[in-house]
């Protein structure tokens, strides 16, 4: 039982030696350890303050891109609806130039095909012309085969061809 | 020098020089003929102009044309060759020929003319005409009759610079004229 007891003597030492490390601790260990603790919360304080920062930023960044995002939808749209209406305005004028091509190849044709008519019909009149002196030549020399008759015709033509018109 | 006007030069000096020797007529007749020839005989041209032949070789080709003349008139036309190949102007035989005919028929009053039909005229048919071309002196009017078979009728009568054309060919070449052809006949 005895050892369960304190002696005065050791409480005594123990007390004075735990006293003086008290003082040191207090004096030297505790301010740098709490000192420590204290910036490593205001680093932590900043890093948090930061991180909201941040978090504020990147809500503010995602506002603005949905903006954009918002405005290139809304660009997209407006171009869309202007490259449709082009494209339909195109549409419109092509088919216009391709119909007044037509029209125009068409009214060629028409002309060509005019032309070639008259020529035909020209070349036919022509070749009847032809033909028809060929047979009035034909028939003229076989109605003056006989001398008389041409001697008389030269006799006649002379009269008229020569006399003096009264 | 201008080869036509050579040719009337030469053409004058023969008419003249044929007058004073009577043989004015007779030569005229035989330009004429001359003139026939150098349009039929192509050669004719070329042959009397080859100095390489011998002078009366050459002479010959002409005289020996005229077999039945008078001597008196192929003299002179001997001796107008003779001047011509002396002075080396044979190419101007040709145009010669004919500037003498034209200088006699001016001189005599003498209307020259082609007449053209496709068969012979009689003698009766010239007669008219030379009465209607000239009729206070229409022996003074020369007619030569062209063949040409392409008139197929009537006929064309050439005067100087006078043409009547009075032949079928030109009537229906007028009518298909009209009818716009461009070319028949």
């Known amino acids: 039982m005895d050892l369960m007891i304190p002696d005065s003597g050791l409480l005594f030492w123990m007390l004075l030696a735990f006293g003086i490390l008290f003082v040191i601790l207090a004096r030297f260990g505790w301010p740098a350890i709490t000192g420590m603790v204290e910036r490593r919360n205001e680093r932590i304080d900043k890093a948090l303050a930061a991180a909201a920062a941040a978090r504020q930023l990147l809500a503010t960044l995602k506002l603005q891109e949905e903006k954009i995002l918002q405005q290139s939808r809304e660009e997209q749209e407006k171009l869309l609806e202007q490259s449709r209406a082009l494209r339909l305005q195109l549409i419109e004028e092509a088919k216009e130039a391709a119909e007044k091509e037509g029209q125009l190849l068409l009214d060629k044709t028409r002309e060509q095909l005019r032309l070639e008519k008259e020529e035909a019909l020209q070349e036919i009149r022509l070749q009847v012309a032809s033909l028809s002196i060929e047979i009035a030549e034909k028939l003229l020399r076989g109605q003056l085969e006989p001398e008389a008759k041409q001697r008389d015709l030269i006799d006649r033509l002379v009269d008229e061809t020569l006399k003096p018109r009264a | ?185």
């Open chain 2, 1 to 185: 020098m201008n080869e036509g006007l050579i040719a009337s030069r030469y053409a004058g000096a023969l008419l003249q020089y044929a007058i004073e020797h009577h043989a004015d007529t007779d030569l005229y007749h035989m330009m004429k003929q001359v003139a026939d020839c150098y349009l039929n005989v192509p050669d004719l041209g070329r042959t009397f102009g080859n100095w390489t032949l011998d002078t009366e070789k050459r002479k010959a080709l002409f005289l020996d044309l005229f077999p039945g003349y008078n001597p008196q008139s192929l003299d002179v036309l001997s001796n107008f060759l003779d001047l011509l190949i002396r002075q080396r102007r044979e190419n101007a035989m040709h145009s010669v020929s004919l500037q003498y005919a034209d200088k006699y028929r001016d001189r005599h009053g003498i209307l020259y003319g082609v007449f053209t039909t496709t068969l012979p005229p009689d003698d009766g048919l010239l007669e008219k005409i030379r009465n209607l071309l000239n009729p206070g002196n229409p022996e003074k009017v020369e007619l030569e009759w062209k063949e040409d078979p392409d008139l197929i009728g009537g006929f064309t009568l050439t005067l100087g610079m006078n043409e009547w054309d009075a032949s079928l060919r030109t009537r229906l070449r007028e009518v298909g004229k009209s009818y716009g052809l461009k070319e028949f006949y």
